[in-house]
């Protein structure tokens, strides 16, 4: 995906392969990229700077809350829960938007859960092993995730 920047006149260009066993992205070969990088500026109009993105998916992980219908297995719920959050941040289109929001949305459809609650949802870039909060959305630098921790506080949900 190509973006241009607002503060400077620079093409900002993110790609990633795909690994053909298991369909998972990640960063392109070192020798596409150089493929990539003699093509680009050899296309592009003088004057145009690009800056070619290719790193490894950045790290997401989440802490939340979920009630769950005590008449439902509580192990089963979880399962389900972790799946439907590694499926939503894994699956984003290509440096697409992440956002809480989404996320407690895909939860709420799951079998059993009554309530979902975000405590904490967190990033960080490949460049760097230092996580941040996720104030309401992100679009993750390396243009898609990888779910590194689900943290999960089951309790029966009881009025």
């Given at each position: 995906t190509a973006n241009e920047t607002e503060k400077s006149s620079l093409l900002v260009i993110k790609v990633a392969g795909e690994d053909s066993s298991t369909g998972e992205r990640k960063p392109i070969t070192d020798a596409e990229a150089v493929q990539l990088s003699s093509y680009l500026q050899e296309i592009k109009d003088a004057g145009v700077r690009i800056?070619?993105?290719?790193?490894?998916?950045?790290?997401?992980?989440?802490?939340?809350?979920?009630?769950?219908?005590?008449t439902k297995d509580p192990e089963t719920v979880q399962y389900d829960c972790e799946a439907a959050i590694k499926e939503y941040v894994e699956n984003l289109p290509f440096n697409g938007e992440f956002s809480n929001m989404a996320l407690i949305d895909r939860l709420q459809v799951v079998d059993g859960v009554k309530i979902a609650e975000l405590k904490?949802?967190?990033?960080?870039?490949?460049?760097?092993?230092?996580f941040t909060p996720i104030p309401a959305y992100i679009i993750p630098d390396a243009g898609y995730f990888h779910v590194n921790q689900i943290s999960l506080n089951m309790t029966p949900y009881s009025l």
């Open positions: 800056s070619l993105i290719n790193q490894a998916a950045d790290e997401f992980r989440c802490e939340l809350d979920i009630f769950y219908d005590p904490q949802s967190e990033s960080a870039p490949a460049t760097t092993s230092t």
